[in-house]
């Protein structure tokens, strides 16, 4: 099969790129092998229109698409939990991307302020995020990390580690 290297200029595209990942996710039996579709939203509305870090989506996204269009390769609602102190100052909040079509979710961002940590906080947003995620449906939580204190939060709250430091929780 010969594939077509395609740039991507629409909302069009866009959309079709995430249900292409949600396909694709489902027929990874719902493992993340591929970019979860919460992590494409992401990095589109937070890293690239809030932040401003990368280029434009249309300008820095490919596809390879068969002879028909169909897409080959590929280079919803957000749950925010947050714990404040008495004075109204943010000591901890957990933010999650939420996929209802494939009923999963990605922990995007977990931080506690320096003077609240040890205290819990981090384990009880993120608990409570999944609380909420569950009656929403959600049977899978995502969470990648790159830093010692983010592993062993992620390892005291998820049930197990599938494939490479990504850790799940399946309810």
């Known amino acids: 099969m010969k594939l077509i290297q395609q740039t991507n200029h629409s909302e069009v595209d866009y959309w079709r ?4 990942l949600r396909e694709v996710f489902l027929l990874n039996d719902r493992i993340e092998r591929s970019w979860h579709a919460a992590r494409l939203d992401h ?8 932040c401003e870090l990368t280029p434009p989506f249309e300008q820095v ?3 390879w698409q068969t002879q028909t269009g ?17 004075q109204g100052e943010i000591a901890s909040f957990c933010t999650i991307s939420y996929d209802d079509y494939t009923r999963s979710a990605v ?9 609240h940590w040890q205290r819990g906080l981090g384990k009880a947003v ?8 569950k009656r929403l449906g959600c049977t899978r939580v995502f969470s990648s990390a790159t ?19 990504t850790w799940v929780k399946i309810f």
């Open 147 to 165: 830093e010692e204190p983010a592993d062993k939060l992620y390892r005291s709250v998820m049930q197990n580690m599938k494939l490479t430091d």
């Open 17 to 20: 790129i995430r249900n292409f």
């Open 70 to 86: 169909e897409i080959a390769s590929v280079l919803h609602p957000i749950c925010h939990v947050v714990a404040a102190t008495p």
């Open 61 to 63: 996204t490919f596809t």
């Open 43 to 50: 990095w589109r509305w937070h890293f690239i229109k809030t």
């Open 107 to 115: 922990t995007v961002l977990v931080e506690t302020a320096a003077e």
């Open 126 to 133: 993120m608990i409570e995020g999944m609380h909420r995620l």
